[in-house]
């Protein structure tokens, strides 16, 4: 059972609030019924722990007003708008025999024992809040959703929830969807076709054309200065040889003078 501490308070001007706040209580008021309104705080430290729960908007607390008891229902909390902390919160009496309009959070369960979800299916959630309206003996802290046997593409309509016995959905004109088990997207990559294959073959036979006319352009200029070299070599040789038939020449010449002398 929740049960919040709380104390009357005469507070009333923005400084007085103010102080309040700092000396670490939220100032909250209490309605509704035929009673007045009840001006109170609380301790903000007492109530961290319940406003962080998704059911705190939906679930009745009883309220300990310096010892005397109260159901209410927490209908709105004021945030900072700076340091977002609550700065204000209003709690609404909760009269035997009313009924009250509540959204409601959605839960779901076994998504372990989900067929279409060990496939790869993904669970769409189109409500996570679902309004109904309760009686205030009755009011549900959720609304449980099964997930046991679900397949792909399966629809998890209102009708196939069980409310608590008179609690009802507000929309009435149809049956609603809160959550789908919707069939994995997955991209599949398209077959190529026969040219692209074709293609794709061809890739390889024209860099092997290009390195064959490459290699035999190598050949071509590895066969071409051999033959450069044997005619330096040739040309070379022939000078030498008329050089030293000139000097022969030269000798007999030479020869011929002295022995004309002689005579």
Request: proline residues 5%.
């Amino acid at each position: 059972m929740n049960i919040l501490k709380a104390t009357k308070r005469t507070t009333a001007s923005n400084g007085q609030l103010s102080k309040l706040r700092s000396d670490g209580f939220i100032p909250a008021v209490l309605y509704g019924g035929k009673k007045d309104n009840l001006n109170i705080s609380l301790k903000k430290l007492q109530l961290q722990n319940f406003i962080k729960k998704e059911t705190f908007m939906s679930k009745v607390v009883d309220l300990d007003i310096d010892g005397n008891p109260e159901k209410a229902l927490p209908r709105e909390i004021a945030y900072d708008p700076v340091s977002d902390e609550p700065i204000h919160i209003d709690f609404m009496r909760i009269v035997k025999g009313s009924k009250l309009i509540l959204e409601i959070p959605v839960k779901f369960i076994n998504s372990d024992k989900s067929p279409g979800l060990k496939k790869g299916a993904v669970l769409n959630i189109v409500r996570r809040k679902v309004e109904l309206k309760c009686p205030t003996e009755n009011i549900p802290n959720e609304i449980v959703v099964d997930l046991d046997n679900t397949e792909i593409n399966t629809s998890l309509k209102i009708s196939s929830v069980k409310l608590p016995e008179n609690v009802f959905p507000t929309i009435v004109d149809r049956d609603f969807v809160i959550a789908t088990v919707a069939a994995p997207t997955i991209l599949v990559e398209a077959e190529k076709t026969e040219e692209e294959t074709a293609t794709e073959g061809e890739v390889p036979a024209e860099g092997a054309e290009e390195g064959a006319t490459a290699t035999t352009e190598d050949v071509k200029d590895k066969s071409a200065k051999p033959s450069d070299d044997r005619t330096k070599d040739k040309s070379t040789k022939s000078s030498d040889n008329k050089g030293k038939t000139e000097l022969v020449d030269k000798g007999k010449s030479a020869n011929k003078e002295k022995e004309i002398k002689k005579k």
